[in-house]
Structure formats: C-alpha cells, structure tokens
C-alpha cells in the first residue's frame, strides 16, 4: 500500500507537467508589423497594451478622486485645470479646448455650460470678434484649484515617480505620436466597420 503510494506520487506531476504540454491552437496574431511582434508572437504586444488599459483605470480612479475634492465630476476637473493651464498662453475658447483634450466641440460646450453655470469659470465675448466666446477661470475656480494643489502634488508625484527625465521626456514624445496614430486607426475602422455594413 505504501509502495502504492509512492508510485502514485512519483508519477502525479510527471502526469501534470505532460497535461501543461498539450498542443494550444494558435490565436490569430493582433497586429502583424515586425516590430511589434517578438518571436513571431504578439505576446508582448497585448501586454503592452494592456499595461495601457491598467495604467488608464488606474489614472482615471485618480482623476474622479481629485475632481471630488473639489465637488465636481472627472470631466468637468479635467475641463477647468486645462483652461487654468491654457490661459497662461493665451486666450482660450472652446476650440482651444476641444483640440487640447482631443474631444468634439459640442461636448466640451457642454461641459463648460455646466462649470458656468457652477461659477467654476466666465466667458466673455472676444474684443477682436463678438461671435467668438474667450473662456477664463473665475476666482472660485482658482481657489478650487489651489486648494486640490497639495494633494494633487503628492498624488502626481508617486503616480509619475518610476520615470526619469530622460524617460518622461521620452515619454511625452511617445505618446503625441501614439495620439497621432491613433486617431488614423480610428478613421480606418470607422471606414472598415463601414464597408462591413455596406455588404
């Protein structure tokens, strides 16, 4: 019985390691450049966009807990401290905001009525053409801001404190041209889901 035993137990992970072997068909390739693909595989491929998504979920958790400290939802934060940080460079419009977060105008429109409508900022009509509409931060919008500064600091200070400055600068550059990209990849399957439906 014992020897039973024994046998038993030698055999089990030869057994397991034989069953993790087994033969998987392969998974059709997500992108088929050379550069994205190690070994043939797109492996990394997937875990670097996945990474993508992770680091997205995670930002995104951020955003909504700095927007709660000062009583307004994600968006409408993200809204507010690009107009604060635009207006350090000039006049800032619904255009100038829209192009900045890669957003329609009608959605930002929107989003600054409602932070109008809260006091979070003013519009006033432009001096050099009245159908244009200069939007600037109101005094409760700054001291909104100033007040979510301390934490903000900490919090961006940990969320970025893997990267060096070489890497951050690297980074920065990257992520443009992914932008960039990205946006022809969503007219291209706009344009192939099209033709799909055409069929």
Same mark, same amino acid.
């Given at each position: 019985?014992? +020897?039973?035993?024994?046998?038993?137990?030698?055999?089990?992970?030869?057994? #397991?390691?034989?069953? @993790?072997?087994? *033969? +998987?068909?392969?998974?059709?390739?997500?992108? !088929?450049?050379?550069?994205?693909?190690?070994g043939g595989r797109d492996?990394?491929?997937?875990?670097?966009?996945?990474?993508?998504?992770?680091?997205? /979920?995670?930002?995104?958790?951020?955003?909504? &807990?700095?927007?709660?400290?000062?009583?307004?939802? &994600?968006?409408?934060?993200?809204?507010?401290? !690009?107009?604060?940080?635009? @207006?350090?460079? %000039?006049?800032?419009?619904?255009?100038?905001? /829209?192009?900045?977060?890669?957003? !329609? #105008? /009608?959605?930002?429109?929107?989003?600054?009525? $409602?932070?109008?409508?809260?006091?979070?900022?003013?519009?006033?009509?432009?001096? %050099?053409? $009245? +159908?244009?509409?200069?939007?600037?931060? @109101?005094?409760?919008?700054?001291?909104?801001?100033?007040?979510?500064?301390?934490?903000?600091?900490?919090?961006?200070?940990?969320? =970025? &404190?893997?990267?060096?400055?070489?890497? =951050?600068?690297?980074?920065?550059?990257?992520?443009?041209?992914?932008?960039?990209?990205? *946006?022809?990849?969503? *007219?291209?399957?706009?344009?192939?889901? /099209?033709? +799909?439906?055409?069929?």
């Amino acid at each position: 019985m014992a +020897r039973d035993a024994l046998k038993l137990a030698k055999t089990a992970p030869a057994n #397991g390691r034989h069953k @993790s072997r087994v *033969a +998987r068909a392969p998974l059709p390739l997500t992108t !088929s450049r050379p550069e994205l693909l190690v070994g043939g595989r797109d492996k990394e491929f997937r875990h670097l966009v996945h990474s993508l998504f992770g680091f997205a /979920a995670h930002h995104e958790r951020i955003r909504a &807990g700095h927007a709660k400290v000062i009583g307004l939802a &994600g968006i409408e934060y993200t809204v507010l401290i !690009s107009i604060a940080h635009l @207006s350090q460079d %000039g006049d800032v419009n619904v255009k100038t905001v /829209a192009d900045h977060l890669y957003l !329609s #105008g /009608a959605f930002i429109t929107a989003v600054t009525g $409602r932070l109008l409508a809260r006091g979070f900022i003013e519009k006033k009509a432009d001096a %050099g053409d $009245r +159908r244009r509409v200069t939007l600037t931060v @109101s005094e409760k919008g700054r001291a909104a801001l100033e007040r979510l500064a301390p934490i903000q600091r900490q919090v961006n200070d940990v969320e =970025f &404190g893997a990267l060096t400055r070489e890497e =951050f600068m690297a980074l920065r550059g990257i992520l443009d041209r992914l932008i960039e990209s990205g *946006a022809r990849a969503v *007219a291209l399957q706009n344009y192939l889901l /099209a033709q +799909r439906e055409t069929r």
